[in-house]
């Protein structure tokens, strides 16, 4: 069992930057690999990044690659997503999420979800 809990959503201009965290409870946190996901009204929850149990693999979205960077800090229990050159198209809920062992990058293969932090991005 995983707990989640995103912080770090905002408001601010394109090209700003933001740091979200995903801030997690629960036994043996380094054996999960954690995701990061963004929606918005009316479009299907979509892929951003995520990254291994060990943190030694990480996969990016086309749309955020260059921009965005996952990263893990195991002894915290906190995963990090670091947003620059922030567009208004990153505009969207951001949600982290959780899974045993494997990163995947399909939302529905994640079992355990914060309760996601807004992001807005103004031109």
């Known amino acids: 069992q995983v707990q989640l809990v995103e912080s770090g959503g905002g408001l601010v201009q394109a090209g700003g930057s933001l740091r979200l965290s995903c801030a997690a409870s629960?036994?043996?946190?380094?054996?999960?690999?954690m995701g990061w996901f963004r929606q918005t009204p009316g479009k299907e929850r979509e892929f951003v990044a995520a990254i291994s149990w060990n943190g030694g693999s990480t996969a990016t979205a086309d749309s955020v690659k260059g921009r965005f960077t996952i990263s893990r800090d195991n002894a915290k229990n906190t995963v990090y997503l670091q947003m620059n050159s922030l567009k208004p198209e990153d505009t969207a809920v951001y949600y982290c999420a959780a899974r045993r062992f494997t990163m995947v990058v399909s939302h529905q293969q994640y079992d355990y979800w914060g309760q996601g932090t807004q992001v807005t991005v103004s031109n």
């Open positions: 629960g036994r043996t946190f380094s054996n999960y690999a």
